[in-house]
């Protein structure tokens, strides 16, 4: 097969699917994970498709605009009351517990009834409910990010370097079989997979609408992670890692 003719093909598949990995196109296009990668290389920098780690997705198919918290807020507002409460029941005595900035993350605190657990957070208004509930607080230095209201940048991510901690309660914007876990912003991100690095459990909460969603930036691999989710999810992300419903 032709170089082109190749590249052609993974382009169509890309489309069609949105979303594929390398060892899917390498079963079948019976060639090499070396020249997929290749291709994908020379596709991507031919804006046809968006490489993402392990894999592609389609241009079209790639988030980068993010909603404003008040925005957030009123979204599936049932499904995060049900993934928060579950969530918070996983708190035990004794834990050192991060939780990222995000809704269904500032959900979790309303449930949150353990005060033997210290609680560590890169979200403003997380740490304001967090002490307005009485609970033992800490909040990460770094730039305030005003559409989500969360601590980003290098002094976040340094800030971070120092802990390590027993729980962590993460949001994401995308969970895709061939992206992993996206943000739209490279500042979240670095603070993101930083926190899951020094965490012994960690605890993606996402409402059913963020499954197959790919946003800019992957910042975690999919079996790196536990999902909390209100809805059965398909076999194939059930088979990357361990998935509780609802």
């Given at each position: 097969m032709l170089t082109q003719e190749r590249r052609d093909i993974i382009t169509n598949i890309i489309n069609e699917r949105k979303a594929v990995t390398v060892a899917e196109l390498v079963d079948e296009l019976d060639t090499s994970a070396a020249t997929i990668r290749r291709d994908l290389t020379e596709l991507a920098r031919m804006h046809k498709i968006q490489k993402v780690f392990g894999g592609a997705t389609s241009i079209s198919?790639?988030?980068?605009?993010?909603?404003?918290?008040?925005?957030?807020?009123?979204?599936?507002?049932?499904?995060?009351?049900?993934?928060?409460?579950?969530?918070?029941?996983?708190?035990?005595?004794?834990?050192?517990?991060?939780?990222?900035?995000?809704?269904?993350?500032?959900?979790?605190?309303?449930?949150?009834?353990?005060?033997?657990?210290?609680?560590?957070?890169?979200?403003?208004?997380?740490a304001k409910k967090l002490i307005e509930r009485h609970l033992p607080t800490m909040i990460i230095g770094g730039r305030v990010k005003e559409s989500t209201e969360a601590i980003v940048g290098p002094d976040c991510v340094e800030y971070i370097r120092r802990y390590h901690f027993t729980k962590a309660f993460m949001g994401t914007n995308g969970i895709s079989t061939s992206a992993g876990f996206t943000t739209p912003d490279v500042d979240e991100a670095m603070v993101k997979s930083e926190a899951i690095r020094h965490t012994y459990m960690t605890y993606i909460l996402a409402d059913s609408s963020k499954f197959d969603k790919v946003s800019s930036v992957t910042f975690a691999e999919l079996p790196s992670c536990c999902i909390i989710t209100n809805k059965e999810p398909e076999k194939k992300f059930i088979n990357e890692t361990v998935i509780k419903y609802f």
């Open positions: 198919d790639i988030t980068t605009h993010e909603d404003a918290v008040n925005e957030k807020l009123q979204k599936n507002v049932q499904a995060k009351d049900k993934i928060s409460r579950y969530a918070a029941s996983l708190i035990q005595d004794g834990d050192f517990v991060y939780i990222d900035s995000g809704t269904t993350t500032l959900k979790l605190i309303d449930y949150i009834e353990n005060r033997n657990a210290r609680y560590i957070t890169n979200g403003i208004v997380h």
